[in-house]
T-cell receptor
Framework: AQSVTQLGSHVSVSEGALVLLRCNYS??????LFWYVQYPNQGLQLLLK??????LVKGINGFEAEFKKSETSFHLTKPSAHMSDAAEYFC?????????????FGQGTTLQVKP | NAGVTQTPKFQVLKTGQSMTLQCAQD?????MYWYRQDPGMGLRLIYY???????DKGEVPNGYNVSRLNKREFSLRLESAAPSQTSVYFC?????????????????FGDGTRLSIL
């Protein structure tokens, strides 16, 4: 069965510092992986996705993630945090053979950015 | 460009009452989904519909029913609301292709319905 684990329910960084949000997945087939961001009182917005090809994926707002098959990881990074990055972040996986597009979400990580 | 629209945005119910959450998308997506979001649990799939006229259970379907009214609309019904169903409900849509899973597109989400059941 597919599953996603996000390490750390809360992460706090200073403005300008590196952001690292961790995501590990389990999958018996090649996974398709996503990061979504949720701002307060809003729905989820897609940050980036990995399907096939290049393992370093760039997304919106300066975020990127690297798919590491050997580590079953898809960590999200941003070199320099901005106050506007404060939000909840969700890692999700869709089974590679899925024909319905169903997503399995991690528990979420709340990012706090301190001035 | 509205995307995915959910109504209502907020609702308070009493235990045992019924209500229907509405969702509509204008992106011509074939697949639609209903999730619930609870603190520390991420989003859990309640029901989904891969195409007009079809619906299937997700992880947590008990206590809910759905209707895929047409390609645009996918409603979620609580027949007899319980306090455990207090949550934020999200509708999403995407393009998913049965014969070409690699063409599956990311899901687009509505802004949610915040439901409290007393």
């Amino acid at each position: 069965a597919q599953s996603v684990t996000q390490l750390g329910s809360h992460v706090s960084v200073s403005e300008g510092a590196l952001v690292l949000l961790r995501c590990n997945y389990s999958s018996s087939v090649p996974p398709y992986l996503f990061w979504y961001v949720q701002y307060p009182n809003q729905g989820l917005q897609l940050l980036l996705k990995y399907t096939t090809g290049a393992t370093l994926v760039k997304g919106i707002n300066g975020f990127e993630a690297e798919f590491k098959k050997s580590e079953t990881s898809f960590h999200l990074t941003k070199p320099s945090a901005h106050m506007s990055d404060a939000a909840e972040y969700f890692c999700a996986v869709i089974r590679g053979s899925s024909n319905t597009g169903k997503l399995i979400f991690g528990q979420g990580t709340t990012l706090q950015v301190k001035p | 460009n509205a995307g995915v629209t959910q109504t209502p945005k907020f609702q308070v119910l009493k235990t045992g009452q019924s209500m229907t959450l509405q969702c509509a998308q204008d992106m011509n997506h074939n697949s639609m989904y209903w999730y619930r979001q609870d603190p520390g649990m991420g989003l859990r799939l309640i029901y989904y519909s891969a195409s007009e006229g079809t619906t299937d259970k997700g992880e947590v379907p008990n206590g809910y029913n759905v209707s895929r009214l047409n390609k645009r609309e996918f409603s979620l019904r609580l027949e007899s609301a319980a306090p455990s169903q207090t949550s934020v409900y999200f509708c999403a849509s995407s393009v998913s292709k049965r014969d070409s899973p690699r063409s599956n597109q990311p899901q687009h989400f509505g802004d949610g319905t915040r439901l409290s059941i007393l």
